[in-house]
């Protein structure tokens, strides 16, 4: 956390500096611990939208991984799609226990994104929207369409909970204790990634991919590592998903779902690590504030993105630092 | 090892129905400088961009060291050691100097996921050792005070010596360099020139010139190719090409303009 | 025998839906070529154009025609508005643009969604009776309607090879930089090009009111096609666009023959796919701006 927030401050040499971003740093971990552990103590309701936060966190940073190596994808509800109806049916289908049931989604998504991402990422920008909008729409129509296995329109009620050897996550203080690890999991992934040469190598073939290829970086082989990747967050939170609600249908992963995690992402920040998780807690709790009035609140989500490109185009998270700047200059 | 660095053979790249280079075979030697030089629009820095995998040919072979690096892709030719410069600045406008040149060594890295994706092994260097690296490699381009500067605000001159030096970041046993000299003024050719001669002699490498800077070619080219409507006109020395009366008509115009 | 009157009435049925869809491609096509940015509320801007001629017509009682009219400069105003006040910081920005566009749809299709409800209405027919043309029988109303498509095409195709705006349009979407260096000013061709693009749109939905039911949520599937068909005939050619267009709404016609729709869609991106596999530089010389 510390890193980030004081990222943008100017250099002032001296002792007294670095006590006071320790200090910051104490204080932000220890503000972080209570508001992660408060929902347990908050009631259902807060707990409910607790776990949904966690979900998306590791899907948006799914999307931000396949966004920092270059392209963006329009349709990353497909992803968490696969991993929902996938582990679902594995376990019916081959009696397999819950874990193993979502393990063998994770690589069934694995492969299909290989494959897709093989032959889309060649395309650049432009093409590469339209087709994962495409393919995600796709998607949605196999699973409307295969009722014998998918039960169509209808969907998969009565999904049974996550269980490690007798363990089952079917209370709501437990699943969030899975679903948080889970979602800081995520966030210390991307951290780690991107401070390794391989996620320096995705921020070069984002930045410049003609000159990162020119430099040794195969652009396609790095774009098609990240989508891979990127998937497989995605069909995490499509596994958390199913076995959470329980109930899962393909309306679920219409494009309303890849547009607002493309929301989550802009709104929290592209440019920062910490975007996708701060985007996602601040927009999950959202429709609650515009209880039941939902045209109103899309039409927020709609100017929110567009006034947010506009005037802040880092997002929620370019605003902390620009306040953590001013305020370690003062 | 084979007898040349880089041979060049029947290329020929074809845009719909016009033919922007026809046919072009040469070879460069190791250790050599070569300049290919030609009016503009001769095909000059398609021949580059085919032969650096940017563009797939229509037809010929490259071939480098003996192997055959026709139509694979850019990353995979400079991880076979070939490299290349852009007639354009072209950084990575956001990082500073040592970052870009960082990223140009992110393949070389031994053990690390760049360098087994593309299946480098030549040229590796330790973790610990990248730092060096960039060091040295600054060192060479003579560019250490610039180092935590941001790609972006460079002059244009310190602009294309960062490039050179991305170039250099990758170990190429050959560089392709796409008119260093364009934009620069007396005292950077001057450099320029010292640099090449430094590149050549004292790190082994063999460079490849697109230049319409004649002074400089004619100075430090120990063989010149010649490009005219995308096919070869002339090869050889200076003073041969000084004199090929094709040459001069087609390109260097007076005889004392030659001289310069 | 049976085989005949099928084949043709897909023919027919083919004719229509690819119309629209050419139009909604050219509009699209249109869009990007001029700004380089995806417009994703294109789908929107055809559901515009359908309440308009629903609203025209219904509450202010004008015949099909002029309502159409009415509704395609509606949608350009409104549309060079969008352009002039929301989306000009973004012209130099394709990415954040097409998300600026989503947001723009999400906009758009909640207003509508306020005004009007989810549920669908329908446009009282413009024609009744149906005609037989070859021994295939199509109605009326269908006829009309393909009638004025062919006419707002014609008037499009003398736009953009006749008068003087029309080509700059089309050098700047063609040919941008030649249409730079000629000092084509971009300036009036960015709203302008935008405003007919979705006009365009506004037109196709327009039209198709009377045949199919009109609903806030009407624009989705017709965006889903355009992208298709850019695809498929390449962004930055309107013939290409225009062509693919109608192929397209063959194609899923006589698809729809043997298969179910939804697998049609399928095979069809499938196709889309397997032509990028065997096309990939020539799709991606296109493909950066």
């Not at chain 1, 969907?155 to 490690?164: D, E, H, K, R, V």
Request: a positive charge.
């Amino acid at each position: 956390m510390t890193t980030q927030l004081t990222a943008g401050a100017p250099s002032t040499p001296g002792a007294w500096r670095t006590s006071r971003s320790r200090g910051l740093a104490v204080a932000c971990a220890v503000a972080a611990a209570l508001a992660a552990a408060w929902p347990w103590a908050a009631g259902q309701f807060v707990l409910h939208l607790a776990i949904l936060a966690c979900i998306n966190i590791v899907i948006v940073n799914g999307l931000s991984l396949i966004d920092r190596c270059g392209q963006l994808s329009f349709g990353h509800s497909a992803p968490v799609a696969l991993g929902a109806y996938g582990s679902v049916l594995f376990s019916s289908a081959l009696g397999v226990g819950t874990v193993t049931a979502a393990a063998l989604s994770l690589v069934a998504g694995a492969l299909v994104a290989g494959v897709l991402g093989w032959v889309i990422l060649r395309l650049r920008g432009v093409y590469f929207v339209l087709v994962t909008f495409a393919f995600a729409e796709l998607v949605r129509l196999v699973l409307l369409d295969a009722g014998s296995i998918t039960g169509g329109a209808n969907g998969i009620a009565g999904i049974p909970p996550l269980s490690i050897g007798g363990f089952a996550f079917d209370t709501r203080e437990r699943f969030y204790a899975l679903a948080l690890a889970l979602a800081i999991a995520s966030v210390g992934f991307m951290v780690w990634l991107f401070s390794r040469p391989l996620g320096r190598a995705m921020t070069a073939v984002a930045a410049n991919p003609a000159l990162a290829e020119s430099t040794g970086l195969s652009v396609l082989r790095l774009q098609i590592v990240a989508y891979i990747a990127g998937s497989v967050l995605a069909s995490v939170g499509g596994v958390l998903t199913a076995r959470y609600i329980g109930f899962i249908s393909p309306e679920s992963f219409a494009t309303g779902a890849s547009v607002a995690f493309i929301t989550m992402l802009v709104i929290g920040g592209r440019k920062s690590l910490y975007g996708p998780m701060l985007g996602a807690l601040v927009l999950t709790p959202l429709p609650e504030f515009f209880r039941g009035a939902v045209q109103t609140q899309h039409i927020f989500y709609g100017a929110a993105l567009i006034l947010i490109l506009r005037f802040l185009p880092g997002g929620i998270a370019g605003v902390l630092n620009i306040k953590a700047a001013w305020r370690s200059a003062k | 090892m084979s007898a040349f660095l880089l041979e060049v053979d029947g290329l020929s790249k074809h845009f719909g129905g016009l033919a922007a280079v026809k046919d072009l075979s040469f070879q460069v030697s190791r250790g050599e400088i070569v300049g290919l030089i030609g009016p503009n629009g001769a095909g000059k820095t398609t021949a580059f961009n085919t032969i650096s995998g940017v563009l797939p040919p229509t037809q010929g072979r490259v071939l480098l060291d003996g192997r055959d690096i026709t139509g694979r892709r850019p990353s995979s030719i400079v991880s076979a050691g070939l490299a290349r410069t852009f007639q354009s600045t072209t950084t990575f406008a956001e990082e500073t100097v040592a970052t870009n040149i960082e990223h140009a060594l992110l393949s070389r890295i031994k053990g690390s996921a760049p360098q087994r994706l593309m299946r480098r092994t030549h040229g590796l260097l330790v973790p610990s050792d990248v730092a060096s690296e960039v060091d040295r490699i600054l060192e060479i381009v003579n560019m250490q005070a610039w180092r935590d500067v941001p790609a972006g605000t460079l002059a244009y001159g310190l602009q294309k010596k960062l490039g050179i030096a991305i170039g250099l970041a990758t170990k190429p046993a050959m560089l392709l360099m796409d008119e260093p000299a364009a934009g620069l003024n007396h005292e950077e050719c001057n450099e320029l020139t010292r640099l090449l001669r430094k590149l050549q002699k004292e790190y082994g490498l063999t460079l490849l010139l697109v230049e319409h800077h004649m002074a400089i070619v004619m100075e430090i080219c120990e063989r010149i190719v010649v490009l005219v409507h995308g096919e070869k006109i002339a090869e050889g020395s200076p003073a041969q090409i000084r004199a090929n009366p094709a040459v001069v008509q087609a390109y260097l115009g007076a005889p004392d303009y030659a001289h310069a | 025998m049976d085989w005949h009157l099928l084949i043709g009435q897909a023919t027919a049925n083919g004719l229509v839906v690819g119309l629209l869809y050419l139009l909604m491609a050219v509009g699209f096509t249109l869009v990007f070529g001029v700004m380089r940015m995806v417009n994703f509320a294109h789908g929107e801007f055809y559901m515009l154009g359908a309440f308009a001629a629903y609203f025209f017509t219904t509450k202010l009682a004008l015949p099909f025609l002029p309502a159409v009219a009415l509704s395609f400069a509606v949608a350009i105003v409104v549309g060079s508005l969008v352009e002039w006040f929301i989306l000009k910081p973004f012209r130099k920005d394709e990415l954040n643009g097409m998300i600026v566009t989503i947001g723009l749809a999400l906009i758009l299709q909640n207003i509508a969604l306020m005004m009007f409800g989810p549920d669908p209405v329908s446009m009282p027919s413009i024609a009744s009776g149906a005609t037989t043309i070859l021994g295939i029988t199509v109605a009326n109303s269908r006829v009309v309607v393909v009638g004025f498509a062919v006419v707002v095409l014609l008037l499009l195709y003398a736009f953009l090879r006749h008068s003087r705006a029309g080509r700059g349009l089309r050098a700047v979407v063609e040919d941008s930089e030649t249409a730079a260096i000629q000092g084509v000013r971009a300036r009036i061709y960015y709203p302008l090009g935008f405003g007919i693009g979705v006009g365009l749109a506004a037109i196709g939905g327009a039209l198709m009111a009377p045949l199919f039911s009109v609903s806030p949520f009407m624009g989705q599937t017709p965006l889903l096609k355009a992208f298709m068909v850019v695809i498929l005939g390449g962004l930055g050619s309107i013939p290409g666009a225009a062509l693919a267009g109608l192929c397209l709404g063959l194609l899923e016609s006589y698809s729809t023959l043997f298969l179910s729709s939804s697998t049609a869609d399928m095979l069809i991106f499938l196709l889309v796919m397997l032509g990028m596999l065997a096309f990939p530089r020539g799709l991606i010389g296109r493909g950066e701006a």
